[in-house]
């Protein structure tokens, strides 16, 4: 009787499980599909138009600490996907690709994990 109880239940924490991993790839889809629509010009994910012809121009963001604008812009984008849900920096990292359509440049790649991580110490 005990083995058919464990049997029962694990049988049931399986199903849950896999219920959950499945709703949890639609919904990191969903995610990456709105991320990819926002970032696009005029999006509310668009931190990059506003800067056009002034992503180098440098502000003060905390004592001691310049940022270019566009830093600023990966910045903030990493941040805002880290706030949406977005599993790990690496997926935030292959979306910004996929959005650009290139490879990342080696700015993108360390400004990105800055705002995934809330960290603007450089």
Avoid: C, H
Avoid at 28 to 43: D, N, V
Avoid at 101 to 122: A, C, F, H, Q, V
Wanted: glycine share 6%; net charge neutral; aromatic share 12%.
């Amino acid at each position: 009787m005990k083995n058919i109880i464990l049997i029962l239940f694990f049988t049931i924490s399986l199903q849950s499980f896999s219920q959950t991993d499945s709703e949890n790839k639609n919904s990191q889809a969903e995610i990456r599909s709105f991320i990819l629509a926002e970032t696009k010009q005029g999006g509310k994910l668009d931190f990059f138009t506003e800067i056009k012809g002034k992503e180098y121009n440098a502000s003060q963001v905390k004592p001691g600490l310049f940022m270019t604008n566009i830093e600023m812009a990966l910045y903030k984008w990493g941040k805002a996907n880290f706030e949406l849900g977005i599993e790990n920096v690496e997926t935030a990292l292959k979306i910004f690709e996929e959005f650009k359509g290139k490879d990342l440049s080696r700015r993108e790649k360390d400004l990105i994990p800055m705002g995934y991580t809330n960290d603007l110490s450089k």
